[in-house]
């Protein structure tokens, strides 16, 4: 069987014993899925870089005792690596960070299409900046739920909660974005 036929449970379990091309196989496999998460939590591609650079970092360190790990309730190795990567992105979001150049906005374009596309970015970042004034425990659900596509259990794992608590934290953050989205609401009835 190749490396890439593996599960990633075997594979952590051989970067344990020391087997770099195994743990290379699994940053392949959840490198991109880290990125997205952490981009959707700082909103920020370098500081979203770092958090996915330290998140394998933090795993190859723990590879040895993933077995202890897995044992202690961790369970899968997808969500054992999503909750690094969640706890690191919360952390990093608290510190705060100067606005670079690059978030400036691009002059709009004059083309016939430049208002619809105003009035989309104009939504999404106004749903993006609802969703970041979430308190973090329901930015977190809303982001592992509907963006990560994780199961309301496998959520609740990597956030360290039931399942009952964590349908709780979307049913607020939820009223909470209606809440603050409401002008958006309204013009599109």
Do not use: C
């Given at each position: 069987m ?5 599960s990633?449970?075997?594979l ?6 020391g087997?770099r ?5 699994l940053v ?37 005792e993933?077995?202890?790990i ?7 190795f ?55 004034g ?11 739920t ?12 990597a ?5 009952g ?18 002008h ?6």
């Open positions: 190749s490396l890439g036929e593996t990633d449970e075997e952590v379990l051989k970067a344990g014993r087997d091309a195994a743990f290379g196989v392949r496999r959840h490198h991109g899925r880290m990125l997205r998460l952490a981009w959707r939590f700082v909103g920020d591609s370098s500081r979203a870089e770092d958090i996915v650079q330290e998140t394998f970092t933090r795993a190859w360190v723990k590879a040895p993933w077995r202890s897995a044992q202690g309730g961790a369970g899968q997808t969500t054992w690596l999503t909750k690094i990567a969640l706890n690191l992105a919360i952390d990093a979001r608290r510190r705060v960070v100067p606005l670079r150049l690059e978030a400036a906005d691009d002059i709009a374009s004059s083309d016939p299409t430049a208002d619809v596309r105003l009035e989309q970015s104009e939504r999404q970042a106004a749903v993006a900046r609802a969703i970041a979430l308190p973090e425990r329901q930015r977190a659900a809303i982001i592992l509907y963006h990560e596509g994780l199961s309301n259990a496998e959520a609740a794992q956030l360290e909660t039931t399942v608590a964590l349908e709780l934290l979307l049913v607020r953050a939820r009223r909470n974005l209606r809440d603050s989205l409401q958006f609401l309204r013009d599109e009835t």
